[in-house]
């Protein structure tokens, strides 16, 4: 019996380069391995949690992560896509779990925190908010999925899912799966830093290159990506700590690039050494990882072109996916039910 893979985005504006090394990339060599059930979906509920009385948003986004989705070569033919709230299962089972986490644990996780800080909530954070990590629980559980996809930020959320499915499982039954979170092999790659140099690429920051992004405005973000400051001319020792482009470089580059376009070097650490000792402009250096990224990027943008003029194809996708997966959440659904004992009248 294969193993089930769930994975999804909140759909609040387009994907960018760190979706994409972050999980996207991942997801793709699961789904060709062939080796996996593969679900994946676009979590409108959760993203509802902060942006309720902006639900256009949400719903323009939508179709924006589902064309990223088909340009990384997410391919529907191997993988399920579905739309969160087209499984109102999900809603129950999340009712279900918040009887088994205390309002003390959801203030404690770590990335519920972090993101309260970032939008500014304060003590006024709607409770749809604060409490996505057990919705996150019950898209998990549901799909019995067993290894998920994603950044490192995450990460306290499968660990909040597992404290779950442990408290479940002890009360009713190993009805449950306990997930796995997967991450991307590439360190650098777990969390890439924006184009400002800030710790995370992030869509609120406005510091990202997004995956649909056409080839000018990519060159104009990678031209003013940050650097060394004190790396004022080209002869000057620079630092490559920190340094934005070569963070970049580790993540993307590899040693067929520097054959391709920078043959002078062999690889990513014979570039270094020339730029810690000073010869080596920054011009130079962004250049390189422009045509790297353009060579990444270029295919996206003819995948997601053609699904832009065929939006038919990708909501057909979206609707016949989230009837599939509905099927398998009622499944899991009942059988939380009858372990609690509350299918009263529905006892087949």
């Known amino acids: 019996m294969k193993k089930v893979i769930l994975t999804g985005d909140r759909p609040t504006g387009k994907l960018h380069l760190g979706h994409y090394v972050g999980s996207l990339k991942n997801r793709v060599k699961l789904q060709n391995s062939n080796e996996y059930d593969m679900y994946v979906f676009i979590a409108d509920l959760q993203a509802l949690t902060d942006n309720a009385r902006n639900p256009e948003k949400i719903r323009n986004s939508l179709m924006e992560v589902a064309l990223d ?21 999900l809603t129950e089972l999340t009712m279900h779990y918040m009887n088994l986490v205390t309002l003390a644990r959801l203030k404690r996780n770590p990335t519920i925190k972090t993101e309260i800080k970032e939008r500014g909530f304060g003590e006024a954070v709607p409770v749809g908010f604060l409490t996505y990590p057990i919705s ?35 009360l009713y039954g190993n009805i449950l799966v306990e997930p796995q979170a997967v991450l991307a092999d590439n360190k650098v790659c777990i969390r890439l830093p924006g184009i400002d140099g800030k710790a ?59 054959k391709k376009y920078l043959p002078e070097y062999k690889n990513l650490e014979e570039l270094k050494a020339h730029y810690k000792r000073g010869g080596l402009g920054d011009v130079k250096v962004k250049k390189f990882l422009f045509q790297i990224l353009e060579d990444l990027l270029e295919p996206m943008r003819k995948k997601r072109a053609y699904y832009q003029e065929h939006l038919d194809l990708v909501y057909k996708m979206l609707e016949d996916g989230s009837k599939k997966a509905r099927l398998v959440a009622q499944n899991t659904l009942k059988e939380v039910r009858d372990a609690i004992g509350i299918n009263y009248f529905n006892k087949n």
Do not use: R, W
């Open 200 to 258: 995370k690429m992030s869509k609120s920051l406005g510091n990202c290159i997004y995956l649909s992004d056409d080839t000018e405005t990519v060159k104009k973000k990678v031209m003013s990506m940050y650097t060394d400051p004190n790396h004022i001319k080209v002869e000057d020792p620079g630092k490559v700590e920190n340094n934005t482009v070569f963070t970049y470089l580790e993540a993307f580059a590899t040693d067929e690039d520097f």
């Open 136 to 170: 996150q629980a019950a898209d998990i559980t549901a799909f019995k999925a067993n290894l998920i996809p994603v950044g490192e930020d995450q990460l306290p959320l499968i660990e909040q899912c597992k404290e779950i499915v442990h408290a479940f499982n002890n």
């Open 69 to 89: 989705y088909l340009a990384v070569g997410l391919d529907p033919e191997k993988t399920t896509f579905f739309v969160q709230s087209q499984i109102p299962e």
